[in-house]
């Protein structure tokens, strides 16, 4: 199943225990309580769920979630 | 390779981002500190090629150019500068060796890595790295890096072998490396300025600072702070994968991370071990999301504080929320510094911490190899520790958690350390099994193991003991040994049947007043044979006893007469108590003949109440304390299975019966066959009376507060109350000093420390203490049947070494407050570790386990102040001034003199004879290690601490810090002498003369001492009672009849400073003036039993013709002083023209034929040495006056002003009349003449000189002109003062304690 924006902002919610709607697509996810190890857990469930190979330095030099659709591809 | 500018294009370098910056500080403070050494190593396992290994290591350092340079210190601050590195083999810092021909290959790289480790960089030349290599094994190897911490940080590290092993493999594989994924240092340090100079700085700055206003307490596991040590401890663990797997699982469960609940486990261990609900962890962020330094290998991480509050109510699932949210909101505020929000609070000039323990997740990748070759890595140091840093290292390579408890040495040991870790995976590993939803409280920090130690095995007290009451064991007694003797008080003594006799009589006597078990009876005797009687005829009866103490206030024993409502009052006089509802049973006059001498009948069970004794409670008002029979004849069983009295002992009795010490002295000789010996009232407060008794009546036991041991053990006979078998001590904190002291005085006497609170029959533990041993003094072990818990917020057990409130259980716990439920209820609990129903009482004192079952007192829960807003233990800083030199005690409080005005006080007692400490030195001493708000602003010296009737230190006694005290001048020596020891007594700068003793704080005991004083200084018998009815120097002195009328009577020839005494006495020869007032400040540093007599000048009562020689004048002196002792041997002193006439004295005495074994001169110089200067006039007169007062004139001018300034300073020499001024003037100018005129011979022996040794005018004054006019040695000491001060404390008190040490010798 292809990654979509709403997956990527549903599973970066639920990463924040916060509710998707919250999440806005243009902020920088550090303010909403993204950390390293949240990232690493967005890679291994998008390399399992959507097979899509991705880095930590990536995700993390522009945590948002325009940027990371934009980076991995995904149409918004 | 020559370098490229390491991002810092000009010549000038760049400048240190700040999280450089805080490094180079930190570094600057101890430039040769190995601390911010950071080292990794990587172990390979497979096939490597070492010059292969070398080349893909030297290029990634080619492209690493934050890691390329060397910072200098230069006039615009640190800057970095661009460092040229040489290939591999040309001066790369690298090490390689092959030690597969070693024994332990792995040993031998460990110790060149841990030698490694300990060498310091040198940030000016740098490199800042160091690498190594060793082939340990045919497949194994091990890179070594250590890198300065202000060039590197963890996420660094990783990227760096990231790359190593990247390049490695493609040089092996015969390709290209690819372009550098590594941004510069050029771009950190744009990023950083641009922070700095943008909104978010200054809102971050504003986040901090609004989080941290309060600038909490940050609670430590060693409860103590540290100066950063070079090293640190490390204690490593490795969590497996499967508990990691369901830290995982709970981390789902409760949306958050694995970190965060390691991070919420923390903190719920730190609130625990701490006892603190509110905790600060400090939180090391690698701080790169979103920023170019994910792809710098550089310094960039933070360290952010994150507050918690944990409660024993929440959950783990809403701590770890708290965690979540906490991080999230530090995190937006991530890149403000750490050591900038120090500096803001004003944290730095303070030395306060910022946060409690570390907790340094470092979720690295590390899952890489080199050409296949997989690897794992192992931190070595992680960077200084100030504190505690657990570190947690996931490497991403499938070998679970690896976690390091890193300490500073200086505040953990390697056991501590390893505790604190095995406790924190214990726990964690209990809260992953447990539902995140239940209360905090069911966790305890204590693993299984601690758990049985300090509740069972620590506990082990079951002893079976027969059901009997307190008098029962008494009544036993005197049916076997009738005819013993069983107390004795003065010259009284009565046996066992004649006590129990009396006692029987009353007791029936009680009962027809209705006394009878569950009664309570007020007994209201002061101490003697008829207060044991009364209190032996209560219990006979059944009743219960309530002491009621006659030296308290009379309001007060109403209070409690009122409260406890007794069947009836006894008491040995009519009027002693006002009246009150019960009837009074006055003993005086009671005629008891009617009644029986048998034991009455009663039935008494041993759950029916034995005493009632009431303490202070902290709302202020007293509550009562009802201890049933069973409770104390458990405790007096114990005692005599630990102690065993036998028919032979003595057992003194001086405890007020108010205070529940007594109640062992009273009953258990009685009950054992041996003698109670009845100290006189009042008498527990005079260590004289003490020693004498003891000694006199064969006491072989006996009981003191710690601080009247103190005061005891100064008493200079209680070295020789060596009849004495044991000591016991409670009631307060026993120091290790006074323990000490006591061993010294009495040794081989066994001291015992006891500890208990009244709610629980008297003691409720016990230590031994032994000499040499040191630290705090236990109390111990819990006695028969007795279980101590010392248990943490949520009532669970506290491991060994961890502080937490102490709880009693057992039989010895009281019945209830008297009428208090309410009270009871919240002091007397369910006991969780008892059986069902039963009770445990809650003590309100924090107290610690130690490793083998002892129990350490540390404080009162309740003793943490707040000043200010500022939460303060005064303990801490009562600490600080007992770790002052020549300090014996302290105490700290805050007083409020005047309403509003809070302030911080310090009392010390001082060693005797050392010096007394200068406040003002230790205020300063206290600044060097106290925040400024913890450092009292007054410091007095006391003599001794007020205490309370019960002996305890008495807090509302303690003198404030400003006593207004009179200004009406000494007008004898006498009262000068007086008002000087009232001053030292009461610890004030001074006294006027019309001052009471009692007004400026004076308390009996401080009373005791000041009478001893008294005593020693003037040789006049006094009782205390003295100076209840002559509070003031004044009065007093006219009390001792030696200060009536005027100050002529101190005028004559002979002057009797200490008429009496044993020892030989010492004669002192006036000064210029004639008057030997000046040396009334030796009498208290002598021997008590040293007279000392002076010698003054004729004609300043009487005119009468003044002498014309200074033979003549001596010649007089030595018939005067042979009035008082006909023959040698003789002891002479003087100070200025006094030692010249000492020194004739003895010439003519040596003469005569008698022996002179002491010619003592303070600051004299022979004849020869004045002979040519000019004979003073009237000017030089009254500045000689005023050197016999101990001034330095100054501005005065005329014999008006030298009176001014003798009454303005408080001399004695400010009540002579103008007739004796106008003496004293003709006197000095005589001495001088005839001073001038004199021809010395030659002294026979041996001269004690002490020397005014402060800079002078007439520096051609030398002692060694006497030379020629003594045979012997001339033993000069130099005193660091003027000639004028040498008669003034503290000069004075310096040459008593030489001369006295003389005077000791002299007489054997």
């Known amino acids: 199943m292809a990654l979509t924006l709403q997956q990527i902002r549903a599973d970066v919610a639920e990463t924040l225990g916060e509710d998707p709607a919250d999440i806005p697509d243009d902020e920088n996810l550090v303010d909403y309580g993204l950390d390293s190890i949240r990232i690493m857990s967005l890679i291994g469930r998008w390399r399992r769920d959507h097979g899509i190979e991705t880095t930590f330095v990536d995700l993390a030099e522009r945590p948002a979630i325009d940027a990371w659709a934009a980076l991995l591809g995904v149409a918004p | 390779m020559t370098a490229a500018p390491a991002g810092t294009a000009t010549a000038g370098g760049a400048p240190l981002t700040a999280a450089q910056s805080g490094m180079w500080y930190a570094q600057a403070l101890d430039p040769d500190s190995p601390a911010q050494n950071t080292a990794e190593c990587v172990e390979i396992h497979g096939t490597l090629d070492p010059a292969r290994f070398a080349e893909a290591l030297h290029r990634t350092v080619g492209e690493t150019d934050a890691l390329r340079v060397r910072i200098e210190d230069t006039p615009a601050g640190p800057r970095q500068f661009a460092l040229e590195i040489e290939p591999s083999g040309h001066g790369f810092p690298m090490h390689a060796a092959d030690l597969r021909d070693q024994g332990d290959p792995d040993a031998v790289a460990r110790a060149w890595m841990r030698d490694d480790l300990a060498d310091p960089f040198d940030l000016a030349t740098g490199p800042l790295f160091r690498h190594a290599l060793f082939r340990v094994g045919e497949r194994r190897w091990l890179w070594y890096q250590r890198v300065h911490h202000i060039v590197l940080d963890g996420f660094g590290y990783a990227l ?70 070079r090293t640190f401890l490390r204690r490593t663990s490795t969590l497996g994968t499967d508990v990691r797997d369901r830290i995982e699982t709970l981390a789902g469960a409760v949306r958050a991370t694995w970190p965060e609940v390691l991070i919420a486990t923390q903190a719920l261990y730190v609130a625990r071990a701490t006892g603190s609900a509110e905790v600060v962890l400090g939180l090391p962020m690698m701080g790169r999301l979103g920023s170019a330094a994910l792809r710098i290998p550089g310094m960039v991480m933070n360290v952010l504080p994150l507050r918690l509050t944990v409660t024993p109510q929440a959950t783990f699932a809403e701590l770890t929320r708290q965690v979540v949210l906490g991080i999230r909101a530090a995190r937006r505020h991530q890149r403000y510094r750490y050591e900038d929000i120090r500096r803001d609070l004003g944290l730095l000039g303070e030395r306060r911490a910022l946060t409690g323990p570390l907790v340094n997740v470092m979720p690295f990748d590390y899952a890489l190899d080199f050409a296949g ?187 409690m007469v009122e409260d406890a409502a007794p069947v009836c009052v006894l008491t040995d006089v009519a009027g002693r108590l006002p009246e009150t509802g019960p009837p009074t049973v006055v003993l005086d006059g009671l005629d008891l003949s009617a009644h029986l001498d048998i034991t009455p009948p009663r039935a008494l069970t041993p759950r029916h109440p034995a005493y009632v004794i009431y303490t202070s409670g902290s709302t202020g008002r007293p509550k009562g304390v009802v201890v049933p029979h069973a409770a104390i004849d458990n405790r007096l069983r114990w005692m005599q299975a630990a102690y065993p009295l036998t028919a032979g002992d003595r057992v003194l009795q001086k405890t007020p019966a108010g205070f529940d010490v007594s109640v062992w002295e009273f009953f258990w000789p009685l009950r054992e066959g041996a003698t109670l010996v009845v100290a006189e009232p009042g008498g527990h407060k005079d260590p004289a009376y003490l020693a004498r008794t003891i000694r006199e009546q064969a006491v072989t036991t006996c009981h003191f507060v710690p601080s009247m041991l103190q005061v005891f053990l100064a008493e200079p006979d209680a070295a020789r109350c060596t009849g004495l078998r044991r000591v016991f001590c409670s009631g307060e904190a026993l120091a290790r000093e006074t323990a000490q002291d006591f061993a010294r005085v009495l040794p081989g006497v066994p001291l015992h420390n006891l500890y208990g609170p009244t709610e629980a029959a008297v003691d409720v533990t016990y230590h031994a203490c032994r000499p040499g041993e040191d630290g705090p003094v236990p109390i111990g072990r819990p006695v028969w049947n007795t279980r101590l818990y010392v248990l943490d917020a949520a009532l669970q057990p506290c491991p060994p070494g961890i502080p937490g409130e102490l709880y009693l259980a057992g039989p010895q716990l009281a019945t209830a407050y008297l009428g208090r439920p309410g009270l009871t209820a919240t002091r007397f609990v369910a006991d969780p570790y008892g059986a069902p129903g039963t009770r445990m009482y809650r003590t309100g004192d924090l107290a610690r386990w130690t490793a083998d079952g002892e129990v350490e007192y540390l404080g009162r829960t309740d003793h943490q102040v707040k000043l200010r807003g500022l939460r303060i233990e005064l303990g801490e800083i009562e600490a600080a001034l007992a770790a002052a030199p020549a300090v014996t005690g302290a105490c700290v409080l805050v007083r409020e003199d005047r309403p509003g005005d809070q302030r911080l006080v310090g009392y010390v007692t001082a060693a005797h004879p050392a010096p007394a400490p200068d406040p003002e030195e230790l205020r300063t001493r206290l600044a060097a290690t106290l925040p400024d708000y913890m450092v009292p602003g007054a410091v007095l010296v006391l003599d001794d601490f007020p205490l309370s009737p019960n002996g305890k230190l008495d807090r509302g006694a303690l003198p404030a810090p400003t006593a207004v005290t009179g200004d009406r001048a000494p007008r004898t020596h006498q009262e000068e002498t007086l008002a000087r020891l009232f001053a030292d007594a009461l610890g004030l700068p001074s006294v006027g003369v019309d001052d009471g003793f009692f007004d400026l704080g004076g308390t009996s005991l401080l009373a005791a001492r000041l009478v001893a004083r008294v005593r020693d200084a003037l040789g006049t018998d006094l009782t205390i009672g003295t100076l209840f009815q002559a509070p003031t120097p004044a009065a007093l002195a006219t009390k001792l009849g030696a200060g009536t009328g005027s100050a002529d009577d101190a005028l004559g020839v002979l002057l009797p400073l200490r008429p009496h005494g044993d020892r030989t006495p010492l004669f002192v020869l006036h000064p210029a003036g004639g008057i030997s007032w000046c040396y009334s400040g030796l009498l208290a540093h002598l021997d008590a039993h040293q007279p000392v007599h002076g010698l003054q000048a004729r004609g300043l009562v009487h005119d009468e013709p003044l002498p014309a020689t200074l033979e003549e004048m001596a010649a007089d002196y030595a018939g005067q002083l042979r009035r008082v002792q006909p023959h040698g041997p003789y002891r002479l002193l003087g100070w200025s023209v006094g030692g010249v006439l000492a020194h004739t004295v003895a010439v003519l005495l040596q003469e005569a034929g008698e022996r002179v ?148 010798e002299l007489d054997g």
């Open chain 2, 160 to 229: 760096v072998a990231r790359r190593v092993a990247e390049v490695y493999s493609a040089l092996a594989a015969g390709e290209e490396a690819g372009p550098s994924p590594f941004g510069r240092l050029a771009e950190l340090v744009a990023e950083d300025a641009a922070y700095r100079a943008g909104e978010a700085y200054e809102k971050d700055r504003a986040h901090w600072s609004d989080t941290f206003a309060d600038r909490p307490d940050v609670p430590t596991l060693a409860g103590r702070g540290a100066l950063p040590s």
């Open chain 2, 1157 to 1304: 074994e002491l010619l003592a001169m303070l600051d004299a110089y022979p004849s020869d040495q004045w002979r040519d200067q000019a004979v003073p006039g009237e000017t030089d007169a009254l500045t000689a006056l005023l050197r016999m007062a101990g001034f330095d004139r100054t501005d005065e001018l005329t014999r008006e002003d030298v009176l001014g300034t003798l009454q303005r300073e408080g001399s004695a020499l400010a009540g002579l009349s103008e007739r004796t001024l106008s003496a004293v003037v003709d006197i000095v100018v005589n001495n001088a003449r005839l001073m001038r005129a004199h021809h010395h011979r030659v002294f026979d022996g041996e001269v004690l000189f002490f020397t005014a040794a402060a800079p002078r005018a007439e520096d051609w004054l030398t002692h060694e002109a006497w030379t020629p006019y003594v045979s012997g040695a001339l033993r000069a000491h130099e005193i660091d003062c003027l000639h004028p001060q040498m008669t003034q404390a503290p000069h004075l008190d310096t040459i008593a304690a030489v001369l006295a040490a003389r005077l000791k």
């Open chain 2, 373 to 559: 070759a997989p690897c794992t890595a192992h931190n070595l140091s992680a960077g200084p520790v100030d504190d505690l840093t657990v570190n947690i290292y996931d490497r991403g390579d499938g070998g679970g958690l690896r976690i390091d408890h890193d300490g500073n040495p200086a505040l953990y040991t390697a056991r501590e350390l390893a505790a604190h870790q095995d406790r924190f995976l214990d726990l964690l590993d209990r809260i992953a099994a447990a539902d995140p939803h239940a209360p905090l409280a069911v966790h305890g920090i204590a693993t299984a193991a601690e758990r049985h130690l300090v509740l069972t095995e620590f506990n082990d007290t079951a002893r079976a003991v027969p059901a009997t009451t307190l008098i029962g064991p008494v009544e036993a007694q005197a049916i076997r040994t009738p005819d013993a003797p069983a107390l004795v008080h003065g010259d009284l003594t009565l046996s066992y049947a004649q006590l129990t006799g009396r006692a029987n009589r009353l007791a029936r006597h009680l009962a027809t007043l209705g006394v009878r078990p569950g009664a309570v009876v007020a007994v209201a005797l002061p101490r003697s044979a008829d207060l044991v009687i009364a209190l032996l005829a209560v219990l006979k009866a059944g009743g219960a006893y309530l002491p009621l103490d006659p030296d308290h206030p009379a309001d007060r024993l109403v209070g």
